[in-house]
């Protein structure tokens, strides 16, 4: 005899996409999966790392469609069969396959919580971080990129209510190291950068600085060294994920806390990070984030389950109608994401806004 679970039943028949035009620096693509009960879920699709001309990437939008084509027609339930289709796509292609299934299921989330009746952070086993700090990341929206350009648009996240500002002031540097002379430029442009903004946020709030790994170990462990006066919150992806033990030293060497791992994927990829003791299995999580308002709150339903959540990214100042793009509107406090008990994310996309900014 079938037994009935109660549980509400759906499965996946439709999927949106909303491309929205934001900078040079990258457009935000948001994704929203139809079901057969009528229940919508959102998900973001950002920041995959491969524009094409018209401003939306092909690649991550034929892995989205792949997919969902792979999910139509499936349980709401089915995440773990996204899972297992999607990692070894992740894995062999790299962000716009990760991006792609990150959507899916952010949006699959969305609709159970919404089924159910409760907040996605139900789901993952309840709230226990009553606040959901966040950073403001200058680095997509200063122009221009010089000390004062950087210190000015620090000076609006503080006060805009931010406590706590990043920036990523070597991004200008070459690859290639070969020209020493050339790599000191642009250190010592990038320090006079970090310099600046800590005068202008004052002694009080948090500074942090991305490398984005451009540096090799020597100078990686020399640029630790002389950012010390400047009492930072971490320094972020000294030098490339690869070797491992390169991080791992910075982090033991550096006296300020280090961050990192932002392109790694699943338990496998950050398997040998964290037993590189680069970061340290059991230490603060702080996830990565600059896209859209859609992305933060569905990071936020994570960080507010986690023991050791520390601070949420949030990408500052690229569009003044950002919070616009949900309803309701985001909403930032004191430097934290507000998150309300309504079903799912607990917000819906703004249509009109995304029309209004779609990318063309």
Not at 180 to 186: G, L, M, Q, V
Not at 191 to 216: F, M, Q, T, W, Y
Not at 264 to 280: C, D, Q, S
């Amino acid at each position: 005899m079938a037994v009935d679970s109660g549980a509400p039943k759906a499965t996946i028949t439709g999927l949106e996409t909303f491309p929205v035009r934001v900078n040079k620096r990258g457009n935000w693509m948001i994704v929203r999966l139809q079901t057969s009960a009528g229940v919508t879920g959102i998900g973001d699709a950002s920041q995959s790392g491969n524009t094409s001309q018209n401003g939306v990437d092909t690649r991550m939008m034929r892995f989205l469609h792949q997919f969902f084509d792979a999910m139509k027609g499936r349980s709401i339930y089915d995440v773990e069969y996204l899972r297992a289709i999607g990692m070894p796509e992740a894995e062999k292609n790299g962000l716009p396959a990760a991006v792609a299934m990150s959507a899916i299921e952010q949006a699959l989330w969305d609709i159970r919580g919404k089924v159910f009746g409760v907040p996605v952070y139900q789901l993952f086993g309840g709230r226990i971080q009553p606040r959901i700090r966040m950073y403001a990341n200058i680095n997509r929206s200063t122009d221009p990129r010089t000390p004062d350009g950087f210190a000015e648009m620090a000076g609006r996240a503080i006060d805009a209510g931010f406590d706590a500002v990043k920036l990523a002031p070597f991004d200008e540097m070459p690859r290639d190291l070969s020209n020493a002379s050339t790599i000191e430029e642009f250190t010592v442009r990038g320090i006079a950068c970090a310099e600046a903004v800590r005068r202008r946020i004052g002694p009080k709030n948090d500074l942090l600085i991305d490398v984005h790994s451009h540096l090799d170990l020597r100078r990686g462990l020399d640029l630790a060294k002389r950012m010390e006066s400047l009492n930072l919150f971490w320094i972020e992806e000294v030098t490339p994920p690869v070797p491992v033990t390169n991080l791992a030293q910075i982090n033991r060497e550096a006296k300020m806390p280090t961050a990192g791992g932002e392109l790694l994927l699943g338990v496998k990829g950050f398997y040998p990070y964290i037993r590189g003791e680069a970061e340290g299995a059991g230490l603060l999580c702080s996830p990565h984030g600059p896209a859209s308002p859609v992305g933060n709150v569905a990071a936020a339903h994570v960080c507010a389950t986690l023991p050791n959540f520390n601070i949420l990214e949030f990408s500052y100042g690229e569009v003044p109608w950002r919070a616009e793009l949900l309803d309701p509107p985001e909403r930032i406090e004191k430097s934290a994401l507000a998150m309300t008990e309504k079903p799912g994310f607990g917000v819906e996309l703004n249509e009109k806004t995304a029309a209004k900014w779609a990318v063309q």
